[in-house]
C-alpha cells in the first residue's frame, strides 16, 4: 500500500489536485482511497458529485457508538474511497485534534485492513503545520508528501514550512518530500520562482499544471476532469502526475 500526502496553502488547489489525481489513478486500475484532512470537509465533493459526505467527527457526535466503515466511508467516482475527517465548531476546539480522531477511529475500524486500497492519498491543510496536521507525516501514516504550491508568495512561504516540518520527522524515518506541484495561477515569472523555491529547500517540481478552464467547467458539474472531460489535455496532465507518483 503506498502512502501519500498532499499539503498545500489554503486555496492553492489542493484538493481540486487530489481529487483528479485520486481519479486518475483509478482509471489506472489502482484502489484509492482519499482522505480529506481540512475542517471545510470539502476535498472529496467533486469525487461525489458534488455531495457532502458525514465526516468522521460528525458522524462520532451523532451516533457515539456503534459506528461502521459504512457510516464513514463512501464510494466515489470509479470506486475511489472517500473519507472526511471533519472538525470541529467554528470557535470551538481544535482542528488538529479533529484529525487526531478521525485517525483513530479509522484505525480502530481497521479501515486499511477491510478495504485493502492499493494507494491512500491524505489532502491536509498546510498553512499551520500543528501536531494535528502533522499527524500524516509523524506517525507513519504517509511515506511520500508532495506539496501543491504556486508562484505566489504566501503560498511559497507555506511550501517552506512545510518542508521544514517534514524534515523535522524524516530524520526518524518518517515521510519524505518528494516534490512540489506548481498549479500555476499565472504570476509573472512563475516557473522560474517556484523552481528557485524548490532548489532552496532541496526539492524539484513534479509537475506543472496549468490554469484550465476545464477544471472550473468540471467543478460547476461536481465532478472532476478526469471524469468530466476525460479526454481533455487537461486530463492527460493530471493522468501524467497519477502515471509519475504509482511509479
Known sequence: MKKIAFYGKGGIGKSTTTSNLSAALSTMGFKVMQIGCDPKAD?????MRGR???????????KKADITL???????????LCVEAGGPTPGIGCAGRGIITAFEKLAELKAFDYFTPDIVIYDVLGDVVCG????PIREGYAEDVYIVTSGEMMSLYAASNISSAIRQF????????RGLVLNAKNVDSEKELVAKAAQEIGTQIVQYIPRDAHVQQAENAGCTVVEAFGE????????????????
Open 70 to 80: 459504512a457510516d464513514i466511508v463512501f464510494a466515489g467516482y470509479n470506486g475511489v
Open 52 to 62: 457532502a459526505i458525514p465526516t468522521v467527527l460528525d458522524t462520532m457526535k451523532t
Open 132 to 135: 494535528g496536521f502533522a499527524m
Open 232 to 247: 481533455s489535455d487537461m486530463s492527460k496532465v493530471y493522468r501524467e502526475l497519477a502515471e509519475k507518483i504509482s511509479s
Open 170 to 177: 524524516s530524520g526518524r524515518g518518517y515521510a519524505r518530500l
Open 43 to 47: 476535498s472529496t465533493k467533486n469525487l
